[in-house]
């Protein structure tokens, strides 16, 4: 769903295919280690600049829409 859109890619050339933020290498797995550490997605954005917050935000938001369908 999210795999190779303009939030996630997922590439074999890219980090051996772990899904990483469009455009980025930096791996979606990432910011959720952050946000369990108890960081913020300032901190996180601040560590990786090649990702933009309304790239976190849509991977929130659609997120948070698949897991209100999976539920519903």
Same mark, same amino acid.
């Given at each position: 769903? =999210?795999?190779?859109?303009?939030?996630?890619? &997922?590439?074999?050339?890219?980090? +051996? +295919?772990? #899904? %990483? $933020? *469009?455009? /980025?290498? %930096?791996?979606?797995? /990432?910011? $959720?280690?952050? =946000? &369990?550490?108890?960081?913020? @997605?300032? !901190? $996180? =954005? !601040?560590? $990786? #600049?090649? %990702? /933009?917050?309304?790239? %976190?935000?849509?991977? =929130?938001?659609?997120?948070? &829409?698949?897991? @209100?369908?999976?539920? *519903?």
């Amino acid at each position: 769903m =999210l795999e190779n859109s303009s939030i996630i890619s &997922k590439s074999p050339e890219i980090m +051996g +295919g772990t #899904p %990483v $933020f *469009a455009g /980025t290498r %930096v791996p979606v797995e /990432t910011l $959720f280690d952050y =946000l &369990k550490a108890g960081e913020s @997605i300032d !901190d $996180f =954005l !601040d560590g $990786f #600049p090649s %990702v /933009t917050q309304e790239q %976190v935000i849509e991977l =929130l938001e659609e997120i948070g &829409k698949q897991i @209100i369908r999976i539920v *519903a």
